[in-house]
T-cell receptor, first 112, second 112 residues
């Protein structure tokens, strides 16, 4: 089975540009999580979905961030406009309810 | 509120020596506990998990962890460390199927 797939693996953009990160969860998993990893704050949850429905978005930093899950096999995290402080590694993880979260390789975002 | 404390930011051990990484948690109910490992530039890989039952759990790569409710701890151990174990280790707590709260991580350096 393929694991969680994230694209792009690396993204370099300029401040003010729109950034879209993509995630394909493991087939059959019904929960999807977006985490952000920074040196200062460590790993923190941004948002998670259960059966394609957003359950908890309290970790989304501000209105510049939005996430969607239009179907069970695809999710996006969008930042518009991007700022240098958004530079981080963004991870997507998926799970079947009541089981382990499996993480993708991450997207390293650099905002200049 | 859930929280995880990993008291040691960095640990250095000699190859072949034993290892113990500490993890303390705060959780209102019976916790689901996890240890993940992250190699540089990689995603998070599950080492082991505790949901219920035997408090000593075995994981991959020769790791084990012991859940001690009275001490709110879930320490990770390995009897003999290999150079390839050098990585960042994260303890996490949460309800299965829900978002995880991660500790800040412990960076392991293995010396010859």
């Amino acid at each position: 089975d393929a694991g969680v797939i994230q694209s792009p693996r690396h993204e370099v953009t300029e401040m003010g540009q729109e950034v879209t990160l993509r995630c394909k969860p493991i087939s059959g998993h019904n929960s999807l999580f977006w985490y952000r990893q920074t040196m200062m704050r460590g790993l923190e949850l941004l948002i998670y979905f259960n059966n394609n429905v957003p359950i908890d978005d309290s970790g989304m930093p501000e209105d510049r961030f939005s996430a969607k899950m239009p179907n069970a096999s695809f999710s996006t995290l969008k930042i518009q406009p991007s700022e240098p402080r958004d530079s981080a590694v963004y991870f997507c993880a998926s799970t079947i309810q009541r089981d382990t979260q499996y993480f993708g390789p991450g997207t390293r975002l650099t905002v200049l | 509120a859930q929280s995880v404390t990993q008291p040691d930011i960095h640990i250095t051990v000699s190859e072949g020596a034993s290892l113990e990484l500490r993890c303390n948690y705060s959780y209102g109910a019976t916790p689901y506990l996890f240890w993940y490992v992250q190699s540089p530039g990689q995603g998070l890989q599950l080492l082991l998990k505790y949901f219920s039952g035997d408090t000593l759990v075995q994981g991959i790569k020769g790791f084990e962890a012991e859940f001690k409710r009275s001490q709110s701890s879930f320490n990770l151990r390995k009897p003999s460390v290999h150079w390839s174990d050098a990585a960042e280790y994260f303890c996490a707590v949460g309800a299965a199927g829900y978002a995880l709260n991660f500790g800040k991580g412990t960076s392991l350096l293995v010396t010859p």
